[in-house]
């Protein structure tokens, strides 16, 4: 009788460890991708633009949404990373002879707003495919394009 009741506890106790590691396992898909700040960013295919997150800081967030308010249909979606990586997605407005153009502007821009610091631009075509980056290096201030 007593090695019965020590089975269903030994029993239950097994069945509630894999419960909970079920369960942890599941839903901390989201934690894990959200805990590597430096990780790069990549914008999935299948997520929509209204998901991203567009700043993983205050001022990240509202300069960010800044860039898309006053791009006039050119920027899609934008976000920022640590305040000093900027990600936009532009739309199928602009024409390739004007990315580096663009892209030149936001990297003005997001000096003035963080400035003392590297600063990265990364422009995603509107099939969300990289097609060019734009580090800025504060010691030399100069951007180069690749």
Do not use: H
Not at 70 to 83: E, F, H, I, P
């Amino acid at each position: 009788m007593i090695w019965l009741q020590q089975g269903r506890k030994i029993l239950i106790s097994l069945v509630l460890i894999l419960v909970l590691t079920i369960t942890s396992a599941c839903s901390s898909g989201k934690v894990a991708a959200l805990d590597r700040p430096n990780a790069p960013t990549a914008i999935g295919r299948d997520a929509p633009y209204a998901q991203l997150e567009r700043g993983n800081t205050a001022p990240g967030q509202t300069f960010a949404d800044w860039v898309v308010q006053t791009s006039k249909g050119l920027v899609q979606d934008a976000y920022v990373r640590d305040n000093n990586k900027l990600g936009i997605v532009i739309s199928p407005k602009v024409r390739p002879n004007e990315v580096r153009d663009l892209t030149k502007s936001l990297v003005q821009g997001f000096r003035q707003k963080f400035p003392n610091q590297d600063l990265t631009v990364l422009v995603y075509a509107p099939d969300k495919k990289l097609i060019l980056t734009a580090q800025y290096d504060v010691q030399s201030k100069q951007v180069q394009y690749t």
